[in-house]
């Protein structure tokens, strides 16, 4: 059977369950994800030659990594081309590109530095996310910047912030789509601390100095985000959990960012997102997946995947919710890494809309759990694959079947000439 065929039958069936799959297609070819440019260069960025540092590390030495902006374009322009769907490029603040052997640290950094990305942005017609670089540079004192006790280190970092909020509002206002701008610092302490209070009420008063940075609330969308431990700093994390989402309970249009790699093992962010959406206008999302630890492996189409799309869907909150992927794997071609992670959360929100969660919702609130559970497992072997290869099709990008190939060509014509 050819690809419409096979579309035909499943429409069909998905008919016979209230879903209609063109529709549902057509509802995918308008959802942003925000695509982020660090898996392409193994988060080295353009702004220092130095390590990796600040609580975060990539594995692996795959050959092809990026070392230019036109090498990064060019593997993200690729990578697109491998992926159905709405995009939207995500930029970190040491990804700055400067001009003839100019430089601005990062606390004097500004939109110029930045134009080039802009112009990338529009031709391809995506808006952009951004975030501030809080990691990879000598003002990192002692592991801490937002929550330093040296004043001079956090005065720094706060002007960093300030300027990347600058930078935020250029970006939404030459894309005309807002920048959601996330702040993650890597800040804590590598053993048991003698004072946790103290860090946390810097690192509060710091963000707020950051969001006193005059903006166009419209515009720019400014989270925290929380993680639950880093590399050398096992044993406290200033902006822990409870930290940032009080924050952003606290202060009016600063959003909750989820990375759900930032957690306790046991903990599944698939859960937190309706309890977030009870309170909250709009939340944003850190979409990656950890095995035992914040890992940052490729995004895959698994259980919590699943689990996290289909929560977004059945809350009514795909206008609500800010959808960006975050993972970094240097130990595969990078381009591959992209593409599978991107296509995985694609599969998982079609998977989301293919479902008749109407139907399953009403089976909960009449208690009738026997059937509730017949129906979900029958939900899993519905044909959404046949909806998923028409959905590539009408995108124009290639087959699961097919993507293997794509990769190799680009590897054999492109990356394995970078020495």
């Known amino acids: 059977m050819t690809i ?5 039958a499943a429409k069909e069936f998905y008919a016979g369950v209230g879903i209609d799959t063109d529709a549902v297609i057509a509802k995918m070819k308008e959802l942003p994800v925000s695509l982020h440019c660090w898996q392409g260069d193994d988060v080295t960025g353009f702004d220092h030659d130095g390590p990796l540092t600040g609580g975060i590390q990539t594995t692996g030495n795959y050959p092809g990594k990026a070392r230019t902006p036109e090498e990064l374009m060019a593997d993200m322009d690729k990578t697109m081309s491998l992926m159905p769907g709405k995009k939207k490029l995500n930029v970190h603040a040491c990804y700055a590109i400067f001009e003839n052997g100019e430089f601005a640290d990062r606390d004097k950094l500004e939109p110029k530095h930045f134009a080039k ?3 990338f942005a529009k031709e391809r017609n995506m808006g952009i996310d951004f975030n501030p670089t809080f990691f990879s540079h000598p003002m990192v004192k002692d592991g801490l910047t937002l929550s330093s006790p040296d004043e001079e280190t956090r005065n720094f970092w706060i002007e960093h912030g300030k300027a990347c909020i600058r930078i935020s509002e250029y970006f939404a206002k030459e894309t005309g789509i807002p920048c959601v701008m996330n702040i993650w610092t890597g800040d804590g302490f590598k053993d048991i601390p003698a004072d946790r209070m103290g860090p946390r009420v810097r690192y509060k008063e710091s963000i707020e100095a950051i969001l006193a940075e005059p903006f166009d609330k419209n515009l720019v969308k400014p989270c925290v985000e929380s993680k ?4 050398g700093v096992e044993a406290y994390t200033t902006g822990s959990a409870e930290f940032s989402l009080t924050f952003a309970a606290t202060h009016e249009g600063c959003l909750p960012l989820m990375d759900n790699g930032h957690y306790h093992p046991t903990e599944v ?3 937190k997102i309706p309890a977030l959406l009870a309170f909250f206008p709009e939340i944003a999302l850190h979409i990656t997946r950890p095995i035992r630890w914040d890992s940052d492996h490729v995004v895959l189409f698994d259980d919590e995947t699943k689990e996290m799309a289909k929560e977004i869907v059945r809350c009514e909150a795909l206008d609500r919710v800010y959808m960006a992927l975050d993972y970094f794997d240097a130990s595969i071609n990078r381009v591959s890494a992209w593409a599978v992670g991107f296509r995985s959360w694609q599969k998982a929100l ?3 809309l293919c479902t008749p969660n109407a139907e399953l919702k009403k089976l909960q609130d009449e208690n009738r759990m026997t059937e509730l559970m017949v129906r979900q497992e029958e939900v899993k072997m519905y044909p959404l694959g046949d909806v998923w290869a028409q959905y590539c099709e009408e995108c124009g990008v ?8 794509e990769v190799e ?3 054999k014509e492109v990356l394995a000439n970078r020495k």
């Open 409 to 411: 060509k680009y590897e």
């Open 4 to 8: 419409k065929e096979r579309y035909a």
């Open 398 to 405: 290639p087959q699961d079947r097919d993507l293997f190939a």
């Open 350 to 352: 079609l998977m989301a």
């Open 269 to 271: 962010v698939s859960d």
């Open 117 to 119: 990305w802009v112009e």
């Open 228 to 231: 639950v431990f880093g590399i």
